[in-house]
Nanobody
Framework: QVQLVESGGGLVQAGASLRLSCAAS???????MAWFRQAPGKEREFVAA????????YYGEFVEGRFFISRDNAKNTVYLQMNSLRPEDTAVYYC?????????????????WGQGTQVTVSS
């Protein structure tokens, strides 16, 4: 079984930084880890992805160089460093894992999901 637990969300002012963590249990080396976010009234949006093996990283178009995804295999943890936060970044951020070969940006490709962590950015 796979369990994903997000942490690190909170309330910050515009321009601040946050680092989200996703602790994974039961991972496989072939899995892809991703961050998605969902704001009220909007569909779930791809943020970033990384595999447990390899150096390839993927980012959503809106990131604009502000966010960075990384991993610590020894700790079974994936991180999302978010800098220069804007009010429009306000959303629930979800960690996900799946055996993804293509379309890493599609939430349909991910089998396991955490419960999410709230990020709120004030003006």
């Amino acid at each position: 079984q796979v369990q994903l637990v997000e942490s690190g969300g909170g309330l910050v002012q515009a321009g601040a930084s946050l680092r989200l963590s996703c602790a994974a249990s039961g991972r496989t080396s072939s899995s892809c880890m991703a961050w998605f976010r969902q704001a009220p009234g909007k569909e779930r949006e791809f943020v970033a992805a990384i595999r447990w093996s390899g150096d390839r990283r993927y980012y959503g178009e809106f990131v604009e160089g502000r966010f960075f995804i990384s991993r610590d295999n020894a700790k079974n943890t994936v991180y999302l460093q978010m800098n220069s936060l804007r009010p429009e970044d306000t959303a629930v951020y979800y960690c996900a894992q799946g055996l993804v070969a293509e379309r890493v940006y599609s939430p349909v490709q991910y089998e396991y999901w955490g419960q999410g962590t709230q990020v709120t950015v004030s003006s």
